[in-house]
């Protein structure tokens, strides 16, 4: 068990549709990164924030967004979804903003009908 | 454009024999480098590390070596155990102004036989 949860485990939903994936950090990580693990794609970084703040950005769609609140906790929307949106969503958390190790969420898994 | 490759999809082994994965890299600013494994059904959990600086970490069973010229690093596992039957990700990054994005291979499925 790394510490960072993640919610819901799984999520079956519609094109055009809207959802929200969430992720707890480890207890004291101040970062958090979203990644996304599609069949033809791997494993992609998203997007990182740090103490609220977006630290940097990857291949994120403009139809994803993403926040860290207050507590640390952070939200990936995907908006208009589409088929090949269908992946595994990976959260990780880390102590500060460059330190090397990232500890992984065990993963959302969206399916998009 | 992938700048980390991973050219072997699985490897197998005879349990108590060393498991040698390999990674290919493309952009020379990467100048750190993780292995993360991977259970089904669970996040990809860190095993070990190198710094551009060194070229070989081990850690246990668990060696990574960097060669810089080559842009190629690998993974050695000795003895081989059959709990080490996972998805093996090599992941680079690069800089501090980069901030920690990780950029991954595409995996390496290891079956270690008993």
């Known amino acids: 068990d790394s510490g960072v949860t993640q919610t819901p485990k799984h999520l079956i939903t519609a094109t055009g549709q809207r959802v929200t994936l969430r992720c707890s950090p480890r207890?004291?990580?101040?970062?958090v990164y979203w990644y996304q693990q599609s069949l033809d794609q791997g494993l992609q970084f998203l997007i990182q924030?740090?103490?609220?703040?977006?630290?940097a950005k990857g291949n994120i769609l403009e139809r994803f967004s993403a926040q860290q609140f207050p507590d640390l906790h952070s939200e990936l929307n995907l908006s208009s979804l589409e088929l090949g949106d269908s992946a595994l969503y990976f959260c990780?958390?880390?102590?500060?903003?460059?330190?090397?190790?990232?500890?992984f969420g065990p993963g959302t898994r969206l399916t998009v009908l | 454009d992938q700048q980390v490759k991973q050219n072997s999809p699985s490897l197998s082994v005879q349990e108590g024999r060393i498991s040698i994965l390999n990674c290919d890299y493309t952009?020379?600013?990467?100048?750190?480098f993780l292995w993360y494994k991977k259970y089904p059904a669970e996040g990809p959990t860190f095993l070990i590390s190198?710094?551009?600086?060194?070229d070989k970490n081990e850690d246990g069973r668990f060696t990574v070596f960097l060669n810089k010229s080559a842009k190629h690093l690998s993974l050695h596992i000795v003895p081989s155990q059959p709990g080490d039957s996972a998805v093996y990700f090599c992941?680079?990054?690069?800089?501090?102004?980069?901030?920690?994005?990780?950029?991954f291979g595409g995996g390496t499925r290891l079956m270690v036989k008993p």
């Open positions: 190198i710094s551009s600086i060194k």
């Open positions: 952009n020379s600013m990467f100048d750190y």
């Open positions: 990780a958390s880390s102590v500060d903003p460059v330190y090397n190790e990232q500890f």
């Open positions: 924030y740090y103490n609220g703040e977006e630290r």
């Open positions: 207890s004291g990580d101040l970062s």
């Open positions: 992941a680079a990054k690069r800089g501090y102004n980069a901030g920690n994005m990780l950029t």
